[in-house]
């Protein structure tokens, strides 16, 4: 349950029930646990200079294409 619940009942309101506080919290639970996860990753893609020293151009322009979007989750992330 938790987001999945929530997002069915925002997209088909009249068909879904309204959801209950503990799946609201669930979903809340989730939003945390996500979170959490992406600023794991986003400390780990903060890498040192040396490291991206190292890498080619292609694996730079990998590392900065998944840096930013883990950036653009933790900031829609943060809005909620």
Not at 18 to 45: C, H, M, N, S
């Amino acid at each position: 349950m938790g987001l999945s619940r929530l997002f069915a009942f925002g997209a088909q309101p009249d068909i879904y029930y309204p959801p209950t506080g503990e799946e609201i919290q669930a979903a809340w639970d989730q939003v945390r646990t996500a979170r959490k996860a992406l600023q794991r990753l986003d400390y780990w893609f903060d890498t040192d200079a040396e490291i991206l020293d190292a890498m080619s151009r292609d694996e730079l322009a990998g590392h900065d294409r998944l840096r930013g979007l883990i950036r653009d989750a933790l900031g829609k992330l943060e809005a909620v």
